[in-house]
């Protein structure tokens, strides 16, 4: 098992009239509970910005993070008794494997994620059939990637995802809500390339520039963020909503000649890998939650 995506059910204690998005506070109580069992590996997984403040290692660490959900959907408010989850992926054997056979069975009994006390349900390591689970390895999806000759590919963003962009004359990073297959696929090959041994093209980015296009768009809209309970400014605007994604040409017809359907099966692989590794921005903060 190298990658793992699971989902923790808790249970409001308390009342609350105003909750709303809450990212950052799961971040802080996953690495809470990771430091009761693993001091270091909680330094490890969130170290001191001041050493590295930009996003560069922010947005490549090894596990994502969903927002607090009750049903499909972030709640405004909370009231006591109501169920809630979140949703925890991992992108490393090491981490995986420490999630699935330590932290996870080991959860202390209440959560606060906010200004909110969750009861914590015990973890169910099977999660039989539910969509938002699964494990595989990184040769199993390039295994699947490979016997399948697909080329559509569909993904459903179901919180907000964004890119980073700076302006060429003023030193300003912007969101880039859309969903572009360069910068889409461009964050898959990152992350892969970054957590995976399995090596990629050295030009996939050229096979994607040119033969990947958007077909089709369904309940495509935007939304903004806040990140933060306390500072305005920390927000952020991403879309939601489903995207399908067509490999065009063949081995035919491209320039890529014989290779093209290699450079389709790893296209095919950064889409099934994106349920694990999230898309864009902020993915340890419940942007960006991809589903296949």
Wanted: proline residues 7%; hydrophobic residues 35%; negative net charge.
């Amino acid at each position: 098992m190298d990658l793992l995506s699971t989902i923790v059910q808790l249970r409001a204690r308390q009342s609350i009239s105003s909750f709303g998005y809450a990212g950052r506070q799961v971040q802080a109580w996953f690495l809470r509970e990771i430091g009761h069992v693993a001091p270091a590996l909680a330094a490890q997984l969130h170290p001191d910005p001041a050493n590295d403040p930009s996003d560069s290692q922010i947005d490549r660490r090894p596990y994502t993070l969903s927002t607090v959900y009750k049903g499909p959907a972030v709640p405004r408010s909370l009231s006591e008794g109501d169920w809630c989850w979140v949703r925890i992926t991992a992108l490393t054997p090491d981490l995986s494997h420490f999630l699935h056979d330590v932290l996870l069975q080991n959860l202390l009994p209440v959560a606060r994620i906010g200004q909110v006390e969750f009861d914590v349900i015990p973890w169910n390591p099977e999660n039989s059939g539910d969509p938002r689970c699964g494990c595989q390895t990184y040769a199993g999806i390039t295994r699947c990637a490979v016997e399948s000759d697909e080329i559509r590919i569909r993904l459903k963003y179901t919180s907000p995802t964004t890119f980073k962009e700076r302006s060429k004359n003023v030193s300003i990073e912007k969101d880039v809500p859309l969903p572009n297959p360069d910068q889409v696929f461009g964050s898959y090959v990152r992350q892969w390339c970054q957590f995976s041994a399995i090596p990629l093209p050295e030009d996939i980015g050229e096979f994607v520039d040119e033969c990947l296009v958007v077909s089709e768009l369904k309940n495509i809209q935007t939304e903004r963020v806040q990140l933060s309970y306390t500072d305005p400014n920390r927000a952020v605007t991403g879309f939601t909503g489903e995207v399908t994604f067509r490999i065009l040409g063949s081995s035919s017809k491209s320039r890529f000649g014989e290779d093209w359907a290699d450079y389709a099966a790893v296209v095919r692989a950064m889409g099934l890998f994106s349920f694990f590794c999230g898309t864009g921005r902020r993915t340890t903060l419940g942007l960006g939650q991809t589903h296949t």
